[in-house]
């Protein structure tokens, strides 16, 4: 019961895990797109575990999927041959563009994004790594300094090497929509800051924990260019925007029409079973075989045949077009919803990767927190679960399991209309 859960949590846990909602859930059970309660009181989920239930909670194919596997072989670890690692790099390798098709499975997005920075340094001989101001890439102690997020700071001396750009956000951004501009900053960031050869670049496509924002238009292939010229390679943290989620492509970056050096990617890829890969291309791939590389449960058989199952799913209900027309669906109510509350100051993403920020005046875009809060807290009352976010955590961020429906959206919609008034 959840005052027992509570206070065990308090004895036994570490009290750095923070709970939503005053009154906190004690969820017991999920399907699909809700979740419910020990009461039994169902609601709808718009926040996926913070965007890791892809395919909708218990997705019996998945569920079923893991079972058959748990039954057979849970655990040997890489230094044996099994196919379900093989089968599901192959499968996974199908998905990516270009000539990015070499795999290395772990179990986080912050391990995937570790990686993903010792890859670049090995490969490229340089140090100096470019990320941008309100990102989010892990906790990790390398990841910690990537990540530029007070929230998620120590004051310890991680991220050395690391230069942080400025955030590319056509809202509040110094250079509004125009991604070209930014790009001029981290190419003057390289030669100022950098000894003019720079490791890598790391940006995630639609920021995630930062408020569902945007890169400005443009930025992607400008800033791309400048790192390549400056001997790095280009990251993307597809790890909260991959696999449909923003509707109009598999991966995030190809809205920008781009194609990375390495992709890192966790959460939606195993539809919350600890799994998280790091694709590159066979040349940057190379780098490690310098020296052997291990990761104990790394794609173990059970999570690779979850890995599998999701893409199957994924694919066979054709999630990626439904996240597209439900994300619209939804954009398009949230800007109705905006012309009636002052307090909406911006709404945006893509497909079921969405951002309601609130301010207390449109014109200098104050944030509006306790307001925020208010509204999240009211929104639970009513049943629906949302997200939160942004450097002051004044953004809904609104990411369900993608098979969340238009039923859900008009739901989820009238609830916000009935909580912001
Ligand atoms: N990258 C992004 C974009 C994330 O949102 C997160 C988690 N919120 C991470 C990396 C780190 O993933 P994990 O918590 O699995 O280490």
New binding site residues.
Partial sequence: KLAEVLDKRKKFLNPAMFLYYKQPLNIVEGKMQYLFDESGRRYLDAFAG??TVSAGHCHPEIVEAVRRQNELLQHTTTIYLNHQIADYAEALAAKMPGNLKVCYFVN????A?DMAMTMARLYTGNYDIIALRNA?????PA?MGLTAHHTWKYNTAQGFGVHHALNPDPYKGAFGNDGARYAEDVQDLIQTATSGRVAGFFA?TIQ??GGAVPLADGYLPAVYKHIRDAGGLCIA?E??TGFGRTGTHYWGFQNQGVTPDIV?M??GIGNGLPL?AVVTTPEVAQVLTSRIHFNTYGGNPVVSAAGQAVLRVLDQEKRQEHCKAVGDYLLTEFRKLQEKHDVIGDVRGRGLMLGVELVTDRKTKAPATPETLQVFEKMKDLGVLLGKGGLRGNVFRIKPPMCFTKDDAEFLVKCLDISLS
């Avoid at 989010?136 to 990790?140: E, K, Q, R």
């Fill in positions: 913070i965007v986080s997005g912050s391990e994004n989010y890439h892990g906790m990790s990841t995630e995630g924990v943290d790890v909260q890192t966790a959460k998280a």
